[in-house]
């Protein structure tokens, strides 16, 4: 079992149906655990003290200019595929793997 911290966050999809975002988590930290006991409760300090913690900057896409038209004007029909937008959280979880980047391939709309 793994103790893995991920920073979350959300990206955009693509503009099928009104647009839809995924969900993403870049890995932080990964560590072997052999208490599991004691690693449920770190877990949940972590994500305790995570919540509590600044949220940070506000990611907008790919940078101040996802999201603009040619004349730098607002227009979400400029959005770009894969850019994180809003503020992510940190997050502690229990796995049966090492953490990983996920998800590994961007999903695609069906």
């Not at 208490?35 to 990611?59: C, H, I, M, P, S």
């Not at 959005?79 to 998800?103: Q, T």
Request: proline fraction near 4%; include cysteine; charged fraction near 30%.
């Amino acid at each position: 079992m793994y103790l893995n911290i991920y920073q979350c966050s959300q990206a955009y999809g693509g503009p099928e149906e009104g647009g839809w975002w995924y969900s993403c988590g870049e890995l932080i930290d990964s560590k072997r655990i052999s208490n599991l006991t004691r690693a449920r409760q770190t877990v949940k300090e972590l994500n305790k003290k995570f919540k509590n913690d600044d949220k940070g900057e506000y990611q907008m896409g790919f940078g101040g200019f996802d999201g603009c038209d040619d004349s730098g004007e607002g227009d979400d029909d400029y959005l770009m595929l894969g850019g994180h937008w809003g503020f992510s959280d940190v997050r502690a979880c229990i796995e049966e793997h090492p953490g990983k980047n996920y998800p590994s391939e961007r999903p695609h709309y069906e």
